[in-house]
């Protein structure tokens, strides 16, 4: 089995965003502002908190975008938003040729947006897709894979796209992705880009949406309303978590590596294959020799793996991660469920995962006698 994953940033360009940020947030942010817990409601003639419009105008300029707005939803509420502020009910978007990742099908479905599927590996195929869609009004990427073999770039679907119809809005769907690349999707031609800072160390239920200033003046004209505001406090919390993410997130794909050799060496009996792929998240996939992934599952958590995510790699999870392939992979293969495990190290290390991993498939193989 061959996986595409996303390419990680190197610890030393991650360091160098880490820097980055840093140098921004000086600019914006006197010192003793910065050792507050931020503001709560709306400021006259801005109507949002002080500390969250300096929150959004840092975010701006790290990562080069017309605008940036904090939301509330998380990655969901972000994406959802991404798509009122372009599209009605009875419009028709592109999407890749594969399973929608739920919450945005969710949001597509009651929206009353019928998706129009092609494969993003295909120039051709999309070309004559848009061709034969003029009223296309958007198109939704995902950065990271949908099914086992995708390997598609995001800034390479967007040039098809943009090279037969320029007026169809593009929205990529960052999340597990952000601060884990060297580009997101606005960076590499998008209009919008939507991911949610609980999976980089932020608050709980916060999104972000970066891009073009005319789509996100129409969000903030939906978020009126002081109660839906993304408060001061929860703004500098989002920030913080983005200043550890990109280091954090380099050593985590280092330990990635470094598993995925190990186990492909023999180290781990009854472990037939690993590798990594992004599902969605960039996890190391185990294929067992055995179908025992399920009692695998429920011994890792007896010792001491985590056995679901909460935000899927958001400040709450720090021990390995042990849990079964994602909904989109067995969508497109659901043997998977019985053979197969992810691990995501999140805080740890190898040596923790081969010992776990190791009993945990001892333990279910004598079960089975």
């Keep these: 089995m ?146 086992m ?45 939507t991911f949610s800072l609980f999976k980089l160390l932020g608050p709980e239920g916060i999104g972000l949406i970066i891009g073009k200033e005319d789509l996100i003046r129409k969000i903030e004209k939906m978020n009126y309303s002081g109660g839906s505001q993304v408060q001061g406090y929860e703004a500098l919390e989002g920030l913080r978590g983005l200043v550890y993410a990109p280091v954090m997130l380099a050593i985590q794909a280092d330990v990635n590596e470094k598993l995925v050799s190990i186990l492909n060496q023999g180290t781990v009996s009854g472990v037939k294959c690993a590798f990594l792929a ?19 599952l429920y011994y890792a958590n007896e010792l001491g793996a985590a056995p679901y995510p909460v935000g899927a790699e958001s400040k709450y999870e720090f021990v390995p991660m042990f849990y079964r392939v994602s909904n989109t992979f067995l969508t497109s293969d659901p043997t998977l469920n019985k053979k197969m495990i992810r691990i995501n190290p999140l805080r740890s290390g190898t040596d923790t995962i081969i010992r776990i991993l190791h009993l945990s498939i001892q333990k279910a193989q004598a079960k089975r006698q």
């Design 278 to 296: 992004n599902a969605q998240s960039k996890v190391v996939l185990v294929e067992l020799t055995e179908p025992i992934a399920e009692d695998v």
């Design 149 to 193: 073999d995708d390997h598609y770039d995001i800034g390479t679907v967007i040039g098809y796209i943009r090279s037969m119809n320029p007026s169809i809005y593009i929205i990529t769907d960052d999340n597990y992705a952000a601060m884990k690349v060297e580009e997101v999707g606005v960076q590499a031609g998008a209009d919008l880009t």
């Design 2 to 147: 061959q996986t595409f994953p996303l390419k990680s940033l190197s610890m030393e360009v991650a360091q160098q965003k880490q820097f980055q940020l840093i140098d921004i947030i000086t600019r914006y942010f006197r010192g003793d502002e910065i050792l507050s817990l931020g503001d709560l409601g709306v400021v006259r003639g801005m109507n949002k908190p002080r500390y969250t419009k300096k929150v959004e105008e840092i975010l701006a300029d790290f990562f080069q975008v017309e605008r940036a707005m904090l939301v509330r939803g998380a990655g969901t509420g972000a994406l959802r938003y991404g798509f009122m502020s372009f599209l009605k009910p009875g419009d028709h978007i592109l999407v890749h040729d594969a399973p929608i990742y739920p919450t945005s099908k969710t949001t597509l479905d009651s929206m009353g947006i019928e998706a129009i599927p092609v494969d993003f590996h295909q120039e051709e195929k999309v070309k004559k897709v848009i061709q034969l869609h003029p009223d296309l009004k958007g198109a939704l990427i995902q950065h990271t894979r949908q099914k």
